[in-house]
C-alpha cells in the first residue's frame, strides 16, 4: 500500500501566543495628564464576539512627529522575557489583544497632524489582515476636511468614528461583516 501525501492543513495562526507583550496598549507615557483611553469590542458577522484578535494602532506623536522611540520590546537582561515599554516614552505603536469577550483597551496621546489613529486587525478566518481608521474628533458631518471620509456617505462614515464618552475615553466597535453592509466597519484597501 502506497501513502500520498495529504493535503496541508492551517495551523493557527495563533496570535494571542506570541505577538502581544506586557504594556502594548499603554502608548502614552504613565501617568501623562493628556493620555486618553480608546477601548471597544470586535464582532464578527454574527455579531458575536472575537476572544483572539489582535489590534495594532499606529499614530503621530501630539506634535506631528512619526519617528516615535523605541521602547516596545523591552527583554529582561535575566531571563530574556518581555519586559514591555519602559513607561516614559511614547512610541507611536501599540499591540492589543482582544479578551474573551472581543474586547481591547489601548492607552495613548491625541495624533498630532491627523484625526485619526491608523488600525491593523488580524483575527483567526482572515487570510490578509485588515486596515482601518479610527477617527477621535467629531468631524463635520456634512462636509468632513478629511479625504476619505469625504468620499464615504455618512453611513458608512460613521463606522468609523470613535464615539466620546466621559474624562478623556473614547469607544470604538469593529464590525469584520454584517448583513447590513452600513453596520459593517469601513476597510482600506492599499495597492
Do not use: C, K
Not at 527583554?75 to 530574556?80: A, W
Not at 474586547?103 to 497632524?113: C, E, F, K, M, S
Not at 463635520?140 to 476619505?148: I, Q, T, V
Amino acid at each position: 500500500m502506497t501513502l500520498h501525501p495529504t493535503p496541508s492543513q492551517t495551523v493557527g495562526p495563533f496570535y494571542g501566543y506570541a505577538l502581544p507583550f506586557p504594556g502594548g496598549g499603554d502608548i502614552a507615557p504613565t501617568g501623562h495628564p493628556d493620555t486618553l483611553t480608546l477601548h471597544g469590542y470586535v464582532r464578527d458577522g454574527a455579531g458575536a464576539p472575537v476572544p483572539d484578535a489582535i489590534l495594532e494602532f499606529w499614530q503621530p506623536a501630539p506634535d506631528g512627529s512619526r519617528t516615535g522611540a523605541p521602547g516596545s520590546m523591552r527583554r529582561d537582561p535575566v531571563d530574556g522575557g518581555h519586559l514591555g515599554r519602559n513607561g516614559v516614552d511614547f512610541t507611536g505603536f501599540g499591540r492589543v489583544p482582544t479578551d474573551a469577550a472581543g474586547h481591547y483597551v489601548l492607552r495613548t496621546l491625541p495624533p498630532g497632524g491627523v484625526p485619526y489613529l491608523s488600525v491593523v486587525l488580524f483575527a483567526r478566518g482572515l487570510l490578509h489582515h485588515l486596515h482601518t481608521r479610527v477617527y477621535l474628533g467629531t468631524p463635520d458631518a456634512d462636509a468632513p476636511e478629511d479625504e476619505l471620509l469625504a468620499a464615504l456617505e455618512p453611513q458608512r462614515r460613521a463606522t468609523l468614528l470613535a464615539s466620546a464618552e466621559d474624562h478623556g475615553r473614547h469607544r470604538f466597535d469593529i464590525r469584520l461583516q454584517a448583513e447590513n453592509p452600513h453596520e459593517e466597519t469601513v476597510f482600506l484597501a492599499f495597492d
